[in-house]
């Protein structure tokens, strides 16, 4: 069932003290890639930059949990890094711009998988803008790391903005973005040159209906195919984390 749109998204800024760049880094490196053994969790550090006191610190806050010689993000560590612009690592304290690919072609659509979690869920790929980057420049650059397809600005057609606020199931926020979707129009060519990561399928609607745990932006701007240019709401998400 698609969550309830609500008429405002309620979100909360909180003062917290500096994190250190290495236990940043720590958190980044499990938002990104999920569970991590020690040596991937901490590669290109040793003894000297002190990363088990670092990483000790991020288990005493709860930010990480150790499971099975893995380590994994809690909902607090994921509320903790996302405080953070992930490719400086800078504090804003805004909320974050994310541009959405709708992109279809001959009855089936880009999906992202993300495994980041014990339960993988799913959506639309996306990616971020820069600072200072042009919105065109945006689009063509990370829908090329998606694709492998470097296109013209006039594939790129804005279609809605969704500004969602994710929960935990115990009210804690756990991401705040505006959610910017483009759709991406591909001709013949361009679909025999298409080179996707692992996490990213082409899918019918028959597919995704079938997709457990997948975020609302599938139902809205696929299932039901409803072209509005803004909404706004929350929804919780127990299948993050457990």
Known sequence: MRPAITSVVRYTFRYHRAMHTIQKILLSRLLASGKLSFASLTRGYDYEDNVVFHLKQLHNKHYVDKSEHHYMLTSSGIKAITHYDLPTLDDTGYKTVITGFLCEYKGRYLIKEHPQASVNFYNLPSGK???????????QRAFMSISSLELSTSAFTFTSLHLKTVKASGGDVLFDDAFAIYHVTLTDNDQQNVKLPD????????HISALPNRWPELDMCILENESVPYRSYEFVSDYILE
């Open 199 to 206: 996490s990213i399928h082409w899918m019918t609607k028959g």
């Open 129 to 139: 803008p820069h600072f200072g980057e042009p919105i065109e420049h945006a689009l």
